[in-house]
């Protein structure tokens, strides 16, 4: 089954992605593992970039790496989070345990992109976060769903996962390539030139990016960074070749 989480942005990664301390542990219904920001990152955040508009309502956290039936003394854990959707601003406090607390967000948030920024922590050390559960009125939408598909993608092909466009200002095209392997192309041009609005498949190598539709393919050259993408060669239409940049 698809699901509904494009890709999951943060602020920084202690080991810069690598699996023991990557973003999506935080999402991966395992306790076990954690997402660890950098030491120097003041608020440690996570974006979400979601395939469709979702109404989020309901998290709930382990705030922090547990050993015993207590927090460890060498890790910062949650104490304060700050949710939104870029309209509505929630601010919620959370107690000192090792247990999962699940919080009814009220109002809920509701768009394509949530963003949960830490804003106070207790203790001292890296932040590290075992757990982050996120629900819509549709369903859960974290779990160990994710934890299979980012498996399943190399380290590179990840790097292309996310909302991009060519102009944040006045976007003519945006891809969408999303952790299920599916991608959302869509091109709006502000000239009178024809538009066009594809949905398909997706995989994603050091070097290319290729794109699948029915019968069409295209395997086009890419050169993907942090926050850029430059396509080059024969995309599925003629639009798609450009340079992109990831959408804030």
């Known amino acids: 089954m698809a699901t509904s989480i494009s890709a ?70 949650l104490k304060k989070v700050k949710l939104s959707d870029g309209t509505t601003v929630l601010e919620l406090t959370f107690q ?28 001292a050390g890296p932040f590290c976060l075992p757990e982050l559960s996120v629900k819509s009125l549709k369903g859960q939408l974290t779990g160990s769903s994710i934890s299979r598909k980012v498996r399943a993608l190399s380290t590179p092909a990840r790097r292309f996962l996310g909302s991009w466009t060519d102009n944040v200002d006045a976007p003519e095209r945006t891809i969408v390539i999303s952790l299920d392997g599916t991608f959302h192309y869509r091109y709006e041009p502000l000239l009178e030139e024809e ?5 398909g498949k997706w995989r994603g190598s050091y070097k290319r990016l290729t794109l699948e539709r029915g019968t069409k393919k295209a395997s086009l050259k890419a050169k993907v960074t942090d926050e850029t993408l430059q396509l080059t060669g024969k995309g599925l239409t003629s639009s798609m070749a450009s340079e992109y940049v990831r959408v804030p």
């Open 96 to 123: 000192k345990s090792t247990k999962l607390q699940e919080v009814v967000l009220d109002p809920p948030l509701r768009g394509t992109r949530i963003t949960f920024t830490v804003t106070e922590t207790r203790g």
């Open 8 to 77: 999951l942005r943060a602020s920084s990664e202690k080991d810069e992605g690598k699996p023991r301390t990557s973003a999506y542990n935080a999402i991966d219904g395992n306790a076990r593992t954690s997402w660890c920001s950098s030491a120097d990152d003041p608020s440690p955040s996570l974006t979400f970039t979601l395939k469709d508009v979702r109404e989020i309502s309901k998290i709930g956290l382990i705030v922090g790496v547990g050993k015993d039936g207590d927090l460890v003394s060498d890790k910062r854990s």
């Open 195 to 199: 538009a066009h609005n594809l949905r």
